[in-house]
């Protein structure tokens, strides 16, 4: 492509040529390699979150049932902690699926 094409315009032929280039972000690491590093994950939520808890949580997902108040302020607890260490300024959870 030529510079004198919009961005638009070239995003758009790149991905009806079927090319794909991961995108790098401020580090230099391509989406790839950074997608889903700020998610409080299941491996995060083992390592975090009391044994109880988190054998409570797995209940819950394989049997639909409803959460205890207790245990969503012990998640809620655990991931703004893990957040703010993570650098966060603002804060929010969103329990899936909603």
Do not use: N
């Not at 315009?9 to 040529?17: G, I, M, R, Y």
């Not at 950074?34 to 109880?52: A, I, Q």
């Not at 819950?60 to 108040?69: F, L, S, T, V």
Request: glycine share 6%; charged share 25%.
């Amino acid at each position: 492509m030529t510079h004198s094409a919009s961005p638009r315009l070239e995003a758009l032929a790149l991905v009806s040529s079927g090319h794909r280039q991961p995108q790098a972000d401020d580090s230099g690491k391509s989406i790839f390699e950074t997608y889903g590093e700020d998610v409080f994950s299941l491996k995060l939520m083992r390592e975090r979150l009391p044994r109880e808890v988190c054998d409570r949580l797995s209940h819950i997902g394989q049997h639909g049932r409803a959460w205890e108040h207790y245990d969503a302020d012990v998640v809620a607890c655990a991931m703004k902690d893990w957040a703010l260490s993570r650098g966060a300024t603002h804060y929010t959870h969103w329990f899936q699926p909603m």
